[in-house]
């Protein structure tokens, strides 16, 4: 089994920058990449960013991806996004998600471990 654990979120205004980190622990041999989802209230969980363990590959989605950068800290097996410029898109929780697929998804059922989120807001 893999945990994952998040942290970093909170309150932001637009424009302004947080800094999300996701630790891995158990057996994380087992992971391919690491992931980070947002989900809006009443919404679908939409991939924002992932990453493969070794940290050699990457993938965004379009509109994230002049303004966050997903990067790992190999010491402490921990997956960090850096975001900048936030929008002002009210409440979310983002999800650190793990898969032991061969490739980056963006799907969320091919991830098989999540962590319990933490939530994000962005002011205006």
């Known amino acids: 089994q893999v945990q994952l654990v998040e942290s970093g979120g909170g309150l932001v205004q637009a424009g302004g920058s947080l800094r999300l980190s996701c630790t891995a622990s158990?057996?994380?041999?087992?992971?391919?990449?690491m992931a980070w989802f947002r989900q809006a209230p009443g919404k679908e969980r939409e991939f924002v960013a992932g990453?493969?363990?070794?940290?050699?590959?990457?993938n965004y989605w379009d509109s994230m991806k002049a303004r966050f950068t997903i990067s790992r800290d190999k010491a402490k097996n921990t997956k960090n996004l850096q975001m900048n410029n936030l929008k002002p898109e009210g409440p979310g929780v983002y999800y650190c998600?793990?898969?032991?697929?061969?490739?980056?998804?963006?799907?969320?059922?091919?991830?098989?471990?999540w962590g319990q989120g933490t939530q994000v807001t962005v002011s205006s």
């Open positions: 998600a793990g898969s032991t697929a061969g490739v980056i998804v963006v799907n969320p059922p091919r991830y098989g471990y």
């Open positions: 990453i493969d363990w070794n940290g050699q590959n990457t």
């Open positions: 158990g057996r994380t041999s087992s992971l391919y990449a």
